[in-house]
């Protein structure tokens, strides 16, 4: 065994990153630990899939009952499917590294982390996100780190790094933040309050601890050795400068049309047209459209949205301060406990208000304490909301983030306990979606429980 070991002092702990160790049939692999929590985190990559036009990146996170000696609850004493805190905790990790490789890799990579050991304070999220990036940089992949996440608290004006589980319960800032030496490239997280200037002053805290941590992760890959692989971009689309010279002006006017559906017909129109003065032969009968052209037409979209909201003007025209039309309505059911509907231009929202007793709380476990939850936000996106058929399978990791997203929002303006002792389950249908449709569900959540 080839072990590799860097220790850092970072806050009040010491991060501890090993490699060499363990999983040494993975592209990457190293453990990564602060206080009595451990995280194992492993990168591998699959053979290219020709023909797809996204990058198949997919990241998972398991926190074992094992690791804090505890058996998983229920009669099979075995983990099964994500918990939403795994679900959440795999998307944190997702959305900090997906931009982080270069553009036009499409090879399949497979990013798992797994909590071997809990002290029960540190939270292994955030370890598992450090780890994932230092397992891509210590393999032969094109990814473009070091990349660094920190979790910050704020206690008694104070900013605390890497917060224990018993000083967020004091904290006034839950914040988590990623990115490189130069950038933030992720901000997540919630506060009771907090002014600006204050949140401001914690990101820029966060940058510079951020900084240490690259250095570490530069540390470990360079004492392994890791060599990266040579990857050559793709060439240059041959329909990209031809529809940017041909059609940006016609694209722009078609995005200000009002209406989701009329817009996207008028832009479905336009691709066709652009097709056939691009490609003639595509009109030939049983003609298959070349990938390549479906990709240029997507990358020239993307750069008229985004210059005309550089420009200050979004869809449908509107300016970057003009609302779409908002309608309220409250009581709309029978027999529910409460109900409300939000309407923001195409995005509708149906919320469902269900009082319970004590009996109703949700009980929570994990690696920490078992509590229970009397506050829970259900957030639904079936596929007629944007007019598409699709399998059911249950609610999925938007949906579930989504969910978490607004009841993270509504938690903190909830009557206390002691003042008002239900349980509380609001169940958010999204009918109809052009946008924002998790603050919509805020807004109809907050209409529902006063209505309530």
Known sequence: MNKKRVEYQIGNGTLIVET?????QAAGCCTIRYG???????????PPRPGIDFFPLSCDYRERQAAAG???????????????????????????LRPMFPAGYRDEIQVQNFVLASDRQTDGDVLAMNGSAIALGLSPLPFLGPLGSIRIGDADGQFIVFPTQNELEYSD???IVSGNRDVVLMIEGFAREMPEDRMAQAIKFAQEQIRVLCDLQQEIIELAGAKKMEFQPPEPNPFTLGLREQFSDRIREAKKIIGKKERAEAIEILRGEA?????????AS?????????????????EVVRQAILDGRRSEGRGMKTL???????????SVHGSAMFVRGETQALVTVTLGTGRDEQRVDGLFEEYSKKFMLDYNFPPFS???????????RREIGHGALAERSIKPILPDPDEFPYTIRVISDILESNGSSSMASVCAATLGLMAS
Do not use: N
Request: aromatic share 6%; charged share 30%.
């Open 324 to 334: 779409r039309p908002i309608e309220c309505e409250v009581d709309l059911l029978p």
């Open 36 to 46: 009595d929590t451990v995280v194992l985190s492993t990168a591998v990559s699959g």
């Open 386 to 396: 944007v007019g598409e058929c699709r399998a059911i399978r249950g609610p999925g």
């Open 173 to 175: 800032l839950d914040l």
């Open 275 to 283: 097709l056939l003065a691009l490609v003639p032969e595509a009109a």
């Open 20 to 24: 060499g160790h363990f999983g040494r």
């Open 286 to 302: 049983g003609a298959e459209i070349d990938p390549q052209y479906i990709e240029a037409w997507t990358e020239v979209e993307r």
């Open 70 to 96: 505890k058996f998983p609850g229920g009669f099979r004493k075995r983990e099964g499917a994500p918990t939403v805190k795994e679900t959440l905790t795999a998307r944190l990790i997702d959305r900090p």
